[in-house]
């Protein structure tokens, strides 16, 4: 074990020297593994090959097709105190607790793909504020923060524990989050959410705000459910200086409803909100599938997410965990990889490695999702929460 993650936990979580001794346990350990190249033991020649230029002599992570895998997003925890209608059914069968990875195995999953240049954290769910215990994993985390290997940390949320956390979160090195919100309407918002009550999220936004985050809003495009709530939704954001996206709906996991009637394409969308709003293109990036517009009217930012109008997967830098340790190379794809035995398997974490690279030289080329009257079945049996999003 190259830290010892209790370490983390022990005195002022924010204690520097602290975060430092856990650097320092680090890059002590990444200087041992250098004499034992992860390449070595499984001969993917492809990845040796490209040479050993990600920090601390690990190869970096670049899949078949080019593209230099930098953003890893982590659920860590397939549950939820919501049941939106487009992500869960409402009686959902979750994980034994006991196949979950502890905080200090997430730990040391996230830290490998540090080590392999992983630029970008996201943690997610499920609702990962629910998930025990959470804040430790913040606050180990965020000594890659402090050594410069992780250029963001940051967190997709629901909201509803947002108010409870907020600051400590932002202690942690957090800078920017991604909040969920479909509606402004409290009853349809009881609606989607099934158990959520909005004042508790819109009372988690004001925290966040508060304490120096700035917030992102994700809204899924529900066709008759929130289609004539956009433009509200656009001014709200923007008026309360936050961006916001508009989802398409994907078909991943059974959830007691017919795809066809929730997917609402959003180049449709766009072109009402055109009709209403001066939409001005813009070049501006967030390294994921959201493609940006400028508001003229309002001066804000709308992003469109569209998987299935158009097919974002060409610039994918992205891979995915579980709370199992399970990676998916493609959030539209079934295969994946078992990364929990390899972690338990060993004190080093050579075998974790020669997994991860034996995974992302599987990473195909991208999803294959579609929706239409033949296609009303989820694409996967795979729930969102899982991979989360
Ligand atoms: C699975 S949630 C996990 C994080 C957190 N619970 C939340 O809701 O933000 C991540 C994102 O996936 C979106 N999502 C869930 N199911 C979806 C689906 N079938 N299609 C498109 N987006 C979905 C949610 O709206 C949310 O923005
Ligand atoms: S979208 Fe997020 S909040 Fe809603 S059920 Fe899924 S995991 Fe929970």
Redesign the pocket.
Known sequence: MYYTFPQALAGPQHDPEHRDALVRNDRAQMNTSRKRLPMDSVGVESVASRGLDSAFGRAPLVDPFGRNISYLRV?VTDR?D?R?V??MSEHMAFLPKSDLLTLEELDRLCSAFVVRGVRKLRL?????LVRRGIMTLFASLSRHLQSGQLDELTL???GSQLAKHAQEIAAHGVRRI???L?TLDAEKFHTITRWGDLKNVLAGIDAAQSAGLKVKI?T?ALKGVNDDEFPRLIEWAHGGDMDITL???????E?GEGRLDQYLPLSIVRARLAQRFSLDDLDYRTGGPARYVRVAETGGRLGFITPLTHNFCESCNRVRVTCTGTLYMCLGQEDAADLRKPLRASETDDPLHAAIDEAIVRKPKGHDFIIDRRHQRPALAR???VT??
């Open positions: 659920s939820c919501f939106c487009y992500c997610t769910g499920g609702e990962p997709t949320t629901n991604n909040v969920s479909d994700n899924v989802i398409e709906v994907m078909p991943l996991g959830v729930h969102m929460s989360g999003g």
